[in-house]
């Protein structure tokens, strides 16, 4: 059984994350890491977006940014101009090839399909795998995304739609995503905030393909590209154990309003590293529990939705949202 200082169980992006944070800042020259990842190889497989509200390390795989955004309802069109926090979206592609390119030349980083030949019990654990459970009744974020591409240019690349509500809700809260990249290539995802024991809100390719031929208007295009998947909007059971800590999303570093990860993800592997040589004895890393949604200036939606608002930002975004909508269905 082979030994090592640190374990990263799953390689996905809060495991690369904090393996390329340990590697640049010089903290695994004479330490060991191991990571426990089961896929056979990188590819992309996501879309990560977030408001730019603190730095990163990947602006460098960063497809596109926007600075002015529009939120639709059955009462109509809210465009929001914003010029101090841009939105990104990042490839996960050309994150995965950044970061193995990276720590691939550490000879002290090794990677693993399982833990058979790893001693786990002398090492300090950086998990990134939730608890199983039986969590169907509980509130998710789940999704399907398209990439699309035109014949013709149709879409304005310089903002993006967060979010369109005026669409079939089906008692739960639904809503579709635009995201341009160019004039004729977007990402269109449907999006549900629902319990995931419901499966009659997973015709998602019927959803799609309603949403682009008859509210968009396009009736001619291709497809070049398919995600899928649900966030968790709880937290899951987090069993506290010696040596261990959680990252990612079973570290409650999901934005539980909204679904953002990544910058949280971020700036708790930088937490970690910088703490790396006191790691046992350092204070558990929390983002902080905000409250629910929006319509406020420009500035202040993009801090409450990124976690940066204070109370009196927060009180009147939730005066101005559409309650009952959030209030059932956290209920």
């Not at 937290?235 to 959680?246: A, C, F, M, T, V």
């Amino acid at each position: 059984m082979k030994e090592f200082d640190y374990i990263i169980l799953g390689g996905g992006c809060a495991g690369l994350s904090l393996a390329y944070e340990l590697d640049i800042k010089k903290k695994l020259n004479d330490k060991t890491l191991a990571i426990v990842e089961t896929r056979d190889e990188y590819k992309r497989d996501k879309t990560w977006s977030f408001w730019k509200v603190t730095d990163h390390n990947f602006d460098d795989c960063v497809i596109k940014s926007w600075n002015n955004f529009s939120i639709n309802s059955k009462l109509g069109s809210h465009e929001i101009i914003n010029k101090e926090y841009p939105y990104q979206t990042i490839d996960s592609g050309l994150f995965y090839k950044k970061v193995l390119n990276e720590i691939k030349q550490n000879k002290n980083i090794q990677f693993f399909k399982n833990t058979d030949q790893i001693n786990l019990d002398n090492s300090f654990i950086f998990n990134s795998i939730p608890s199983k459970g039986d969590y169907q009744a509980n509130l998710w974020q789940h999704f399907k995304g398209i990439e699309i591409e035109t014949q013709k240019d149709i879409f304005d690349d310089e903002i993006f739609n967060l979010m369109d509500f005026d669409c079939d809700q089906r008692d739960n809260v639904h809503f579709f995503y635009t995201l341009p990249f160019s004039k004729n290539k977007a990402l269109i995802e449907t999006t549900w905030l629902s319990k995931m024991d419901d499966k009659t809100l997973t015709d998602y390719d019927v959803q799609l393909e309603k949403y682009i031929k008859e509210t968009l208007k396009i009736k001619n295009y291709k497809i070049n590209y398919q995600e899928e998947g649900a966030i968790p909007l709880f937290y899951p059971l987090i069993n506290s154990e010696k040596n261990r800590i959680n990252i990612g999303s079973a570290g409650g570093m999901t934005r539980l309003s909204t679904g953002y990860t990544f910058l949280n993800i971020q700036n708790h592997s930088k937490y970690i590293t910088n703490n790396i040589e006191k790691i046992q004895k350092t204070k558990a890393y929390h983002i902080g529990k905000k409250y629910e949604m929006f319509k406020a200036s420009s500035k202040t939606v993009i801090k409450f939705l990124s976690n940066k608002s204070n109370i009196f930002e927060d009180l009147g975004i939730i005066l101005k949202m559409p309650k009952w909508m959030f209030i059932k269905n956290i209920f």
